[in-house]
């Protein structure tokens, strides 16, 4: 993308709300499946081994398509692509509820997950560029409007389903209204485009060095966030015998905390810098990894998964912007992040359940507390990068952000 362009105060403002909207919608889109799955599995007639090969292939397609999404930003510019891609995944949503076998069902994830990826790439690149132009950080509350989708996705889905509606109708409904207000919303976002003399990057790149360094900071919070979304229920029940209703209560209090800490981030980033706030948030998530696993009532377990997502909940966001000022392929750079975070979200309920096989519960959040202690030790290197500030005569650092 043209790096020489220059926006005024009035119009980034305007680009921050648009990005903001569009990362609603993507999150809407989640919601909207995965409240579903149970209607697709029997729709498909599949059992849960096909079901769980099944649900690898959002993650699968994900991973092949997001190296394509650079090239096509460079190739259409970043507002036309974003409109396009994210019109693909709204309307792949319809996609999983028509599969009538476990075949098809594969084919349709791999297609669901592979628009996501793209979508996901084009958007946290544009919010890194107002990030950029605003110097001021607006990625955590980003990801915390994409977390607010998922739940209005979500508590819809939870309506539909309790209502007895068809998938089929709901899907259909669901992606036709996000579809058009995606393009409502994309409208406003930055009409970024390539220099004339410069050079396309490749159709498929592998991620650069410095997108497999910034990856790993990503990939110890989403291990974390992903086995505490889908195993802090079951360690409540099983290894400390709570209720039904007292275990689920444990993964909202997860959600809850990692969406307020999301919706506020930015300000605390902006006071005390990237490298700080990880380090912190990492002292906060291992403390309560700690908690989790020591913790003798069900009350210090809740407590802990709390802590849990109030540490982890600004990694994913500030990976993101470090690699968008890492090099100058901001694309690239971002897409071999999410590529890595992507991959973390498939892998870490099955690790956990596998560890847990062997050995127990509690050993497995063992695992995600040493994890959540890497985002101390690892959180320098999301200083890669200084924010610049542009002005009409260029840009210049901005060097009380960088850190």
């Not at 209204?177 to 592998?206: I, K």
Request: hydrophobic residues 50%.
């Amino acid at each position: 993308m043209a790096q020489d362009m220059v926006f005024d105060r009035g119009r980034l403002r305007r680009a921050r709300f648009a990005v903001a909207a569009v990362f609603c919608v993507h999150g809407a889109v989640t919601g909207s499946f995965a409240t579903r799955i149970p209607w697709i599995q029997d729709h498909a007639g599949v059992g849960a081994g096909q079901l769980g090969l099944a649900l690898a292939f959002p993650a699968l397609g994900a991973s092949v398509a997001m190296p394509l999404a650079g090239a096509v930003s460079h190739r259409f510019g970043a507002r036309s692509a974003l409109r396009g891609l994210l019109a693909l995944w709204t309307l792949s949503l319809v996609l999983p509820a028509l599969a009538p076998n476990v075949y098809t069902l594969c084919g349709a994830l791999f297609v669901y997950g592979a628009s996501a990826g793209m979508s996901d790439v084009a958007m946290n690149a544009l919010g890194v560029e107002v990030e950029n132009r605003l110097d001021k950080s607006i990625m955590s509350s980003l990801h915390g409007m994409w977390s607010a989708g998922a739940l209005i996705g979500s508590a819809t889905g939870t309506l539909a389903a309790h209502l007895g509606t068809d998938a089929r109708l709901h899907h259909v409904t669901a992606a036709l209204v996000l579809t058009v207000l995606g393009l409502l919303f994309c409208r406003g976002v930055l009409d970024l485009r390539s220099a004339p003399d410069e050079e396309p990057p490749p159709r498929f790149a592998l991620p650069p060095r410095s997108a497999l360094v910034i990856g790993a900071i990503g990939f110890c919070g989403v291990f974390a966030e992903g086995a505490s979304l889908d195993w802090s229920a079951v360690y409540l029940r099983d290894e400390l015998g709570t209720s039904a209703g007292l275990a689920a209560a444990s993964t909202t209090a997860f959600a809850l905390t990692m969406a307020v800490a999301r919706l506020v981030g930015d300000k605390v980033v902006d006071r005390f810098g990237a490298v700080r706030t990880v380090r912190v948030g990492g002292f906060a998530a291992t403390a309560g990894g700690v908690l989790v696993v020591v913790a003798p009532h069900p009350a210090g377990a809740l407590a802990g998964f709390g802590l849990l997502g109030l540490g982890v909940a600004v990694v994913v966001p500030l990976a993101f912007a470090a690699a968008g000022r890492s090099g100058p392929n901001p694309s690239q750079a971002i897409a071999g992040v999410a590529t890595i975070t992507y991959t973390s979200g498939l892998i870490a309920p099955s690790a956990i359940g596998g560890v847990a096989d062997v050995t127990s519960l509690t050993v497995s959040f063992g695992l995600v507390t040493l994890l959540a202690f890497c985002l101390v030790l690892g959180a320098g290197v999301l200083r890669t990068g200084d924010r610049v500030t542009r002005t009409a005569t260029g840009a210049v650092p901005a060097g009380k952000n960088s850190r």
